[in-house]
């Protein structure tokens, strides 16, 4: 099974905990983030800003990883349980269908 990259938004309210600090401090405190995240596993650590409804600017830190051997599983089981339930759902809408227009699938085999 192939991993894949896992992308997340490590910190979403930096610029709060930025305010008040000099150029010198805040950039010391971004590297100490960095490298925090660095040692947990996440590459390509990047910033990048939201503003919100209220015109309220969020600075976020979004990060990269190869998902662990436990989400590369976890997620093959959400998938098949996924494809399932779609198949479940369209086979409830197809009879729905049939019945609406007077068709007989009663002797029709699943696949």
Known sequence: ????EVKQTLDSNCLC????LT??????YLNKRSEHYEAEGYINI????????DGDTYLMINGSR??????????AVKEV?????AREHDLKVFKATAERL???VEGIKEL
Not at 1 to 4: R, S
């Open 46 to 53: 990047r910033f990048d800003t939201d503003i919100d409804y």
């Open 17 to 20: 905990e930025l305010s008040g």
């Open 1 to 4: 099974m192939k991993k894949q």
């Open 23 to 28: 150029l010198r401090e805040a950039a010391s």
């Open 81 to 85: 349980r996924m494809e399932k339930k």
């Open 66 to 75: 190869l998902e662990t051997d436990d989400e590369a599983i976890a997620r």
């Open 102 to 104: 007077g068709i007989n």
